[in-house]
């Protein structure tokens, strides 16, 4: 089973501000199947990315992802308040599919 | 619109069974795959079972391979998770999704818990 593991656990930015988001897979990721998604409290998992740089319908811009293999990235250029949540990153390269812990992103 | 609506979960004693369902509208379930994924309070996300939508294979996590069933009635447009031998590790919120290797579209979840 491949882990994900992404760094770092809490980041903390103001608004305005660069988010760069880490999740490192313990083995290749066929294909860059990775997905990532943002999680707000007491709500759902919503898909911003997927195929590791494609945006998901609706999903602003200021949102990208990168990287492939072993080694993925989600940015996202100037932060919004509304984008303080948590973000999770996903592969469905292999089975079973596995996410990553989780990126606490909170307001500095 | 798609939308996704779990219900069925609920407090259950340690070896007790569930069911879960989520109903659908918006798209036709038969085409397209499904997941159910947990997260249990304060954790990540856990992809527990699969079926596919062309072929209704079921794939599963092996922690749940023998205890929980998925299994999806086209008709009524809704997805089910048959959930027997439940443990306290079981205890999570359940979320359906529409599966394309990844959720493009959840539910709302459905809380789970299993008492000892």
């Known amino acids: ?108 | 619109e798609v939308q996704l609506v779990e219900s069925g979960g609920g407090l259950v004693q340690s070896g007790g069974s569930l069911r879960l369902s989520c109903a659908v509208s918006g798209f036709t379930l038969s085409n397209y795959g499904m997941a159910w994924v947990r997260q249990a309070p304060g954790k990540g996300l856990q992809w527990v079972s699969g079926i596919s939508g062309s072929t209704t294979r079921t794939f599963y996590i092996d922690s749940v391979r023998g205890r929980f069933t998925v299994s999806r009635d086209n008709s009524k447009n809704t997805l089910y998770l048959q959930m027997d031998s439940l443990t306290a590790e079981d205890t999570a919120t359940y979320y359906c999704a529409r599966w394309n290797g990844y959720g493009d579209f959840w539910g709302q979840g459905t809380l789970v818990i299993v008492s000892s």
């Open chain 1, 1 to 108: 089973e491949i882990v994900l593991t992404q760094s770092p656990g809490t980041l903390s930015l103001s608004p305005g501000e660069r988010a760069t988001l880490s999740c490192r897979a313990s083995q290749s990721v066929t294909n860059n199947y990775l997905a990532w998604y943002q999680q707000k409290p007491g709500q759902a998992p919503r898909v911003l990315i997927y195929d590791a740089s494609s945006r998901a319908t609706g999903i602003p811009d200021r949102f990208s992802g990168s990287g492939s293999g072993t080694d993925f990235t989600l940015t996202i250029s100037r932060l919004e308040p509304e984008d303080f949540a948590v973000y999770h990153c996903q592969q469905y390269g292999s089975s079973p599919r596995t996410f990553g812990q989780g990126t606490k992103l909170e307001i500095k």
